[in-house]
């Protein structure tokens, strides 16, 4: 079965860090671009940032710029979301998936995992 399972979400104060982490089961993520999404209470879904299959290329929301960084480790088949400098308002859950570019249209999905930036 082909599955992205996320982890690393939790409660974290305003200010603080947290790191997700978005590993594959099933499948070789080398060959896939991986793209972080966030969905908040009564909000629409929105784009996050993605990073290439080969990681040489990456794109963020002016919202999370110069504060989120995303990674990958290929030989752990994993994807990595490292988030600092935390507002309230990226408060969310925070989904993975995978697309043949940034661009593509998602094949795979993770379940989810929630984070919650508040004092």
């Known amino acids: 079965q082909l599955q992205l399972v996320e982890s690393g979400g939790g409660l974290v104060q305003p200010g603080g860090s947290l790191r997700l982490s978005c590993a594959a089961s099933?499948?070789?993520?080398?060959?896939?671009?991986i793209t972080w999404f966030r969905q908040a209470p009564g909000k629409e879904r929105e784009v996050v940032t993605c990073?290439?299959?080969?990681?040489?290329?990456?794109t963020y929301a002016d919202s999370v710029k110069g504060r989120f960084t995303i990674s990958r480790d290929n030989a752990k088949n994993t994807v990595y979301l490292q988030m600092n400098s935390l507002k309230p308002e990226d408060t969310a859950v925070y989904y993975c998936?995978?697309?043949?570019?940034?661009?593509?249209?998602?094949?795979?999905w993770g379940q989810g995992t929630q984070v919650t930036v508040s004092s």
């Open positions: 990073i290439s299959s080969s990681g040489g290329s990456t």
């Open positions: 998936a995978a697309a043949l570019s940034c661009q593509g249209s998602m094949r795979i």
């Open positions: 099933g499948f070789t993520l080398n060959y896939y671009a």
